[in-house]
Each structure stands twice: as C-alpha cells, then as structure tokens.
C-alpha cells in the first residue's frame, strides 16, 4: 500500500529560490531510491516561501531506509535555506467512492 510523506517547509527570507533549486534536486534524487513511487513539489500561491514536499512511498520502511540511497550531502542545500524545521507526517491514501 502506498504511503505519502508529507513536509511543509518555509525558507528563509530571502532563499525562496535557493529553496526551490534544492528541493528539485533533492526529489530528483528521491526517484532513484529503492521502493519511491514519486515525488511532488508545489509552492504556496500566496507565500512564495512555503512549499510543500510529498513522496510516495511502497511503505513507511522503505521511506526510513531511503537515507541510505541519498548522498551525505543531499540534504544540506535544503537546511540551509530553511527558516526553521520542516512539518513532517505519514499519511494513507484513501480511496474515493
């Protein structure tokens, strides 16, 4: 069953862009790791600071074992554009009737 995981970051003031390129990189990365079936990126319409990150996943486990696939420093360019730490959370899709 496929999981999503969910962030809602901000960047710092002035690093929307940077931000931006980062997280492109980072879910280019993403979609070669083992057990990933996909990756989103949306910007908020009225916050160009907020974007929103959501990978799917096979499951839970394969999204914790993801860090083994990513270079060390993968992760680097998006902290340091961050004006604090991202929300994060697992979540189920629901199917429609």
Known sequence: MTVA??????AAEGKDAVLE??????ADA????PG???????RDVGNERR???????????????AGE???KDALAPVMGALDG???????????TV
Request: charged residues 25%.
């Open 36 to 42: 990933s079936e996909g990756v989103e990126l949306l």
């Open 5 to 10: 995981r969910h962030y809602v970051m901000h």
């Open 69 to 71: 696939h990513l270079p």
């Open 30 to 33: 993403v979609r070669g790791i």
């Open 85 to 95: 730490p991202p929300e994060g959370a697992y979540l189920d899709y629901l199917k």
């Open 51 to 65: 974007f929103v990150f959501i990978e799917r996943w096979e499951t839970v486990d394969a999204h914790k074992a």
């Open 21 to 26: 390129t980062a997280l492109r990189q980072l």
